[in-house]
C-alpha cells in the first residue's frame, strides 16, 4: 500500500510544481503588479460589396420552335425595407429595361434597370421568353443586383427554360451565393 502511495504521490507533486515553477520564472522579482501581452492586431473586416453579379446559361438554339423562358425571383431576407435595382444584360452589355410578362400562373412584379424599393421579407418576381416574346437575339447572359441605399439583406435565384420541339424541356437554375443570403451595403 505503501509503494502504491508514493506511485500515486510523486506524478501529483511533480505536476503541481509544473505551474508553480513557469509563474515564477514569469515574475523574478516577485512583482504582482503583470502587464498582460499586447492584443494581436486586428484587422478590419472587408466591406459588404454595393452588387451582386450572377451569369445566365442561355447559349444555346433558339428560335420559336425552341424559346428560352427565364425566370427570376429576389427576396428581402430582412425585416426592414431594401431599396435595389437589377439589371440583365445581353452578350453586348446592353441593359434589358422590358417589362416581364406574365402567364400561366407565371409573374412579373418588377422591371429591370428600375429601382425597387422591397418591403421585410417580401419577394419580386420576373419573367420573360426568348423566341416567342423577345427575339432571341435579344436574349440575356448576366445580371447583377444593386444596392441603391442603406444595406440590404437578400436571397436571388433564377432558371432558364428552353424548349426543344413539342414535348422536351431542359432546366438549368441560376444559382446566386449558393442560395444563401448576402448582404450588400451601398458604399459611400
Known amino acids: 500500500m505503501k509503494?502504491?502511495?508514493?506511485?500515486?504521490?510523486?506524478?501529483?507533486?511533480?505536476l503541481s510544481l509544473m505551474f508553480v515553477v513557469p509563474?515564477?520564472?514569469?515574475?523574478?522579482?516577485?512583482?504582482?503588479?503583470?502587464t498582460a501581452p499586447a492584443a494581436p492586431a486586428v484587422s478590419a473586416l472587408p466591406a459588404a460589396p454595393s452588387e451582386m453579379s450572377f451569369q445566365i446559361p442561355m447559349h444555346d438554339y433558339c428560335s420559336s420552335d425552341n424559346p428560352f423562358d427565364f425566370g427570376f425571383q429576389l427576396s428581402n431576407a430582412a425585416e426592414t425595407p431594401a431599396n435595389v435595382t437589377v439589371y440583365f444584360y445581353d452578350k453586348d452589355g446592353a441593359t434589358l429595361k422590358d417589362?416581364?410578362?406574365a402567364y400561366s400562373g407565371m409573374e412579373s412584379t418588377f422591371v429591370p434597370a428600375q429601382p425597387i424599393t422591397m418591403k421585410?421579407?417580401?419577394?419580386?418576381?420576373?419573367?420573360?421568353?426568348?423566341?416567342?416574346?423577345?427575339?432571341?437575339?435579344?436574349?440575356?447572359?448576366?445580371?447583377?443586383?444593386?444596392?441603391n441605399s442603406g444595406q440590404a439583406s437578400l436571397l436571388a435565384k433564377g432558371w432558364v427554360s428552353r424548349r426543344i420541339g413539342i414535348e422536351t424541356k431542359q432546366f438549368e437554375n441560376i444559382t446566386i451565393?449558393?442560395?444563401?443570403?448576402?448582404e450588400l451595403i451601398k458604399q459611400p
Do not use: W
Open 3 to 14: 509503494q502504491m502511495f508514493k506511485k500515486a504521490l510523486l506524478p501529483a507533486a511533480m
Open 23 to 34: 509563474a515564477a520564472a514569469l515574475d523574478p522579482a516577485g512583482d504582482t503588479a503583470q
Open 99 to 101: 417589362a416581364g410578362i
Open 120 to 147: 421585410g421579407h417580401a419577394t419580386e418576381l420576373y419573367h420573360i421568353n426568348f423566341g416567342n416574346n423577345k427575339k432571341c437575339d435579344a436574349r440575356i447572359y448576366s445580371g447583377k443586383i444593386v444596392v
Open 177 to 182: 451565393n449558393d442560395n444563401k443570403s448576402f
